[in-house]
């Protein structure tokens, strides 16, 4: 099993990027995909999630409305797409999965304590 996040890169404040996470070794069917990110000094949190067997989503409150988490099954691929970002979206962002077909949400959020599989990070800098 691999996940290989990219997409990131330095970006100004109100503008968009957008984060491929493709995955090998499964397929989207079997697994969910979640989105953290870590900030300096900060605690990995969960972004956003999303299970193709389930079809379902969750995204963190904080950022519904910029934030949508989207799937590409033919390129085995999901997709975070980030609108208006903001200086706070600085983090290093990655993609993991907990090999279940479930969003692992506990208590009303992500739990990166149930990811069995990580990628590596990409920066994302939101900065003028």
């Known amino acids: 099993v691999q996940l290989q996040a990219s997409g990131g890169g330095l970006v100004q404040p109100g503008r968009s990027l957008r984060l491929s996470c493709t995955a090998s070794?499964?397929?989207?069917?079997?697994?969910?995909i979640g989105w953290f990110r870590q900030a300096p000094g900060k605690e990995r949190e969960g972004i956003s999630c999303i299970s193709e067997r389930f079809g379902k989503t969750w995204t963190r409150d904080s950022v519904k409305g910029r934030f949508t988490i989207s799937s590409d099954t033919a390129k085995n691929t999901v997709y975070l797409q980030m609108n208006n970002l903001k200086p706070e979206d600085t983090a290093v962002y990655f993609c993991a999965t907990p090999a279940v077909r479930g969003c692992t949400v506990v208590n009303g959020d992500l739990s990166r304590h149930g990811m069995h599989y990580w990628g590596k990070g990409t920066l994302v800098t939101v900065s003028s």
């Open positions: 070794g499964f397929t989207l069917r079997e697994y969910s």
